[in-house]
């Protein structure tokens, strides 16, 4: 695939896993056609993504802004968020979501940390209309609350602009055609090339509907599992989703490229 640009679009070179290689880890990506998305998890990461983006200007780097919903100790700062969005380097409010599987076990504690992820994520979808930017959304164990929060937010999709991404799609296949009827597409990550369980979801959902990340440092593809992710590595992605599909790896770059740059409102090359 060394003639097809490939965007890997959600690495985390904003967290401190990257304080000291991220210049050269995100150089070896563009040096290899892998063009990056960044989103932030706190104010702090989305700050430096913002940083990182626009110290690329003219290449290919990108940036998203959001509080994470497992980011329970830091108050949401509209007021921040608001500015760092209109960075022309910053094209998605990202990364937010609902998260379930990281809650208390005690009843209480764990409906008022839920009731907090729901209103942060309520003012973090409004301020992407305010901005007119799309979402990228992480989703664990919370898909059927995730799904109402979104169709209270924007119906179901009549074919206008796409309106966001869910990232690391771990849901089933009822969820994936949730998400695409609300306008959403669907993104997977290194995690399909150490299991087989979202095979046939990748079978079933459209190549014009998913895109691919790699989630670094997080969910590093095979053959590089148990080291530290990198932008490049997202080939590995694109290659097992030619495999399951039965396409070349340059169709799987292309049309992922291409969904990427239609939502985001970007242009790799």
């Not at 989103?39 to 998203?64: F, N, T």
């Not at 209309?129 to 937010?153: A, F, G, Y």
Request: glycine letters at 6%; aromatic letters at 8%; hydrophobic letters at 40%.
């Amino acid at each position: 695939m060394a003639e097809s640009w490939l965007i890997d679009t959600h690495c985390h070179l904003n967290l401190g896993q990257y304080s000291e290689d991220y210049p050269q880890i995100l150089n070896d990506a563009l040096e290899n056609n892998v063009a990056v998305i960044m989103p932030g998890c706190d104010l702090e990461s989305s700050k430096m993504a913002v940083e990182i983006a626009s110290a690329y200007v003219g290449k290919p780097v990108w940036a998203a802004v959001g509080q994470h919903p497992t980011d329970t100790a830091e108050m949401w700062d509209e007021h921040a968020y608001r500015e760092l969005a209109q960075s022309r380097r910053v094209v998605a409010i990202g990364e937010i979501g609902l998260d379930y599987f990281h809650v208390p076990n005690e009843e209480t504690a764990c409906a008022e940390m839920i009731s907090h992820q729901k209103e942060v994520l309520k003012a973090q979808l409004d301020l992407a209309h305010e901005v007119n930017k799309p979402v990228i959304i992480h989703c664990r164990d919370s898909h059927d609350d995730l799904t109402d929060m979104l169709l209270h937010q924007y119906g179901i999709w009549a074919g206008d602009r796409e309106r966001g991404v869910i990232h690391c799609f771990t849901g089933s296949a009822n969820d994936a055609k949730s998400y695409i009827d609300l306008g959403f597409l669907i993104s997977f990550t290194g995690i399909i090339t150490f299991t087989d369980q979202y095979n046939e979801i990748i079978q079933n959902v459209p190549l014009g509907k998913l895109m691919i990340e790699t989630d670094a440092p997080f969910l590093t593809p095979v053959p590089h599992r148990g080291k530290k992710n990198h932008p490049r590595y997202v080939e590995y992605v694109a290659k097992k989703i030619a495999e399951i599909k039965g396409v070349s790896e340059e169709e799987v770059a292309d049309v992922t490229r291409v969904n990427a740059e239609r939502l985001f409102g970007i242009k790799v090359k």
